[in-house]
Structure formats: structure tokens, C-alpha cells
T-cell receptor
Framework: QKEVEQDPGPLSVPEGAIVSLNCTYS??????FMWYRQYSRKGPELLMY????GNKEDGRFTAQVDKSSKYISLFIRDSQPSDSATYLC???????????????FGKGTLLTVNP | DVKVTQSSRYLVKRTGEKVFLECVQD?????MFWYRQDPGLGLRLIYF???????EKGDIPEGYSVSREKKERFSLILESASTNQTSMYLC?????????????FGAGSRLTVL
């Protein structure tokens, strides 16, 4: 089983819709969870990160972690055409020595928001 | 604004050529990374470096080498390019953000090997 699994989509929604993007992970020891956004022909950029369980909100974006089911979600409210991008979930795996600088990425979900 | 700069955005090379991809960061980060990104396969780690002259293999190091002579610069080298190395190459560096290591990526270098 891969460490992080993500539905690749693609996902197409009308402007204003609520979008739900999801990932599952295999290692219950993971503690940090991140969402990166990648516009076409650009590198990924950090959108949000959360630690442990619960929700984190930033404007129209909400990141949610459910550790009991090992499920990570990103919700986008009132989606806009400018939100059209690939969204990647990521987590740093735990290894010996506590170094967590290597991230494991999901494969990304391509989102298109239609005007 | 923090930056990771990849010197070449688009390259076209022939099979067997030696290819250098350069990456420079201005954040004084210790850790730097090279990923490749392919449709359906996502981001895969080729090599990373946690200090000058230090490197570790990632998940797919075969056919690649790296060089880190200065803290701010991390180079990816394809000794003899092959068509299956046609890909988007992404450089990143990482720093701490509230206890979490966060990657900052460059814009990418799209390499085509003919």
C-alpha cells in the first residue's frame, strides 16, 4: 500500500460550487499534513498545512484531518475559475533520527472550475 | 520574496547527451531536492541534499547524479540522457514553518530528450 493515496480526478465543477479533495494515508504515525497547489506549467506552492487532527481554515479553504480513518480533506467554498489547478496532498514520513524533511506526495487531483 | 530559481525552463537534448539542470535558492535552506513529475505518476524524488557536499538517493536515482558545492546551489546531472528521462524536473528547498518542514519549489524545467 502506498503511503499517500489521492484520487487523480479530473474534477470539473461550476463556479461557486463547494469542492472536496481527498487523500488517505497508511501510517498512523504521520503528524503533519500539507496541501500544495500547482498551476499549469508552474511548480507546486504550499497552500495549507495542519498538524495532527482537526480543521484549519484560511479564507475559502479548509483543511481537515481525520486520524481515526487516516483521511485528509481540502474543502474549497465558493470555488472560482482561478482555483483551477492540480492539488497535491503531502506528509513528511517519520524515519530514524526524527528527520522529516522528505515529503511523500499524493499524485494530485486536477480541478477545473468552470465560469 | 523567497525564491527557488531553475535556470532553464525548457530544454531539448539528444539521446546520449550530458545534461545539467541548475537550481539556486536564496533562503539559506539546508535541504534541497530534485523531483521529477510525470502524468499519472506524480512527484517522485530523485535525490536530496541536507548539507553542502552531502547527498542521499531518493526513490528513483538511477541515471542521475547531483552536485552541491555551495549551500545555495544544487545541480542535477544526467550523464547520458535517454528518452525515458523526458519529464518535468522540479527543484525544491525546505525550511521550517511552525515545526513543519515546508518545501518551496522552483518553476520547473521541462526536458525533452529526442
Amino acid at each position: 500500500q502506498k503511503e499517500v493515496e489521492q484520487d487523480p480526478g479530473p474534477l470539473s465543477v461550476p463556479e461557486g460550487a463547494i469542492v472536496s479533495l481527498n487523500c488517505t494515508y497508511s501510517n498512523s504515525a504521520f503528524q503533519y499534513f500539507m496541501w500544495y497547489r500547482q498551476y499549469s506549467r508552474k511548480g507546486p506552492e504550499l497552500l495549507m498545512y495542519t498538524y495532527s487532527s482537526g480543521n484549519k481554515e484560511d479564507g475559502r479553504f479548509t483543511a481537515q484531518v481525520d486520524k481515526s480513518s487516516k483521511y485528509i480533506s481540502l474543502f474549497i467554498r465558493d470555488s472560482q475559475p482561478s482555483d483551477s489547478a492540480t492539488y497535491l496532498c503531502a506528509t513528511p514520513p517519520l524515519n530514524s533520527g526524527g528527520s522529516n524533511y522528505k515529503l511523500t506526495f499524493g499524485k494530485g487531483t486536477l480541478l477545473t472550475v468552470n465560469p | 520574496d523567497v525564491k527557488v530559481t531553475q535556470s532553464s525552463r525548457y530544454l531539448v537534448k539528444r539521446t546520449g547527451e550530458k545534461v545539467f539542470l541548475e537550481c539556486v535558492q536564496d533562503m539559506d535552506h539546508e535541504n534541497m531536492f530534485w523531483y521529477r513529475q510525470d502524468p499519472g505518476l506524480g512527484l517522485r524524488l530523485i535525490y536530496f541534499s541536507y548539507d553542502v557536499k552531502m547527498k542521499e538517493k531518493g526513490d528513483i536515482p538511477e541515471g542521475y547524479s547531483v552536485s552541491r558545492e555551495k549551500k545555495e546551489r544544487f545541480s542535477l546531472i544526467l550523464e547520458s540522457a535517454s528518452t525515458n528521462q523526458t519529464s518535468m524536473y522540479l527543484c525544491a528547498s525546505s525550511g521550517q514553518l511552525s515545526g513543519a518542514n515546508v518545501l518551496t519549489f522552483g518553476a520547473g524545467s521541462r526536458l525533452t530528450v529526442l
